[in-house]
């Protein structure tokens, strides 16, 4: 398979040119446009109880999207909702990428999309919830963001803290603590920050230039004025 991200600096697509019996999975609402070789179908990645968790506790969706070159070559054109960057990363199968919600887009049949399930402490703090999608296998995946995907590569013993509502993806080899970021409780909640991550090296953080839920409270206040 061959593809390029168009209009990167603005509003990106991915196109992907399939060869004839190549095929590719994406989020049930990522596919703009394609060729009419190709045929699309629903599945239900990890079966029905994979689809149920992410749904229930991810926010994706039930099904995923398989397109399939069956009719001979062609293209497909992928997006995602929000105004935001696309990345392509490469699984090469010694390591998974743990992908918040809303940031998984498409992927390559060789790439398994399956739900992995936080720790206690982490689940409930974080704004992820209890639930993660890992993706794992080899092959190349694509994800998304609300705003630019911005990659941190940490050196053995680097720490970088981060806003967990910035957070994109991540190593699954990589562990990470989220405290106060501040030293005490009413400081944190007074600075506008409250609760981080904290990630420590060797491995890549990749995070986006802006907050979905600082997205979601605008337009409902635009809403809740509108309807007055």
Not at 23 to 30: N, Q, T
Not at 69 to 79: E, K, N, P, Q, Y
Request: glycine share 14%; with cysteine; net charge negative.
């Amino acid at each position: 398979m061959e593809y390029r991200i168009l209009y990167p600096e603005a509003f990106p697509v991915v196109e992907c040119s399939l060869r004839r019996g190549e095929a590719i999975k994406a989020e049930s609402d990522a596919m703009i446009a394609m060729d009419a070789t190709i045929d699309v179908e629903g599945k239900m990645e990890g079966g029905v109880l994979g689809g149920l968790v992410r749904k229930v506790f991810t926010g994706e969706s039930f099904f995923m999207q398989r397109l399939v070159a069956s009719r001979g070559d062609g293209r497909v054109l992928f997006g995602h909702p929000l105004p935001g960057g696309i990345m392509d990363i490469e699984l090469d199968g010694t390591y998974g990428m743990i992908v918040q919600k809303g940031g998984f887009l498409a992927a390559t049949e060789g790439v398994q999309v399956d739900s992995k399930v936080q720790g206690l402490m982490q689940g409930f703090f974080s704004q992820e919830g209890f639930v993660l999608l890992k993706l794992a296998g080899q092959g190349l995946a694509f994800l998304s963001s609300y705003g630019v995907i911005h990659a941190i590569n940490l050196e053995q013993g680097q720490e970088i803290v981060v806003d967990n509502g910035h957070l994109v993806a991540w190593p699954d080899y990589m562990n990470y603590t989220i405290e106060k970021a501040s030293n005490g409780w009413i400081s944190s909640v007074m600075s506008g920050e409250c609760l981080v991550c904290r990630f420590r090296g060797p491995g890549p953080v990749l995070i986006q230039t802006r907050n979905p839920s600082g997205f979601e409270t605008w337009i409902q206040e635009i809403v809740r004025k509108g309807g007055k």
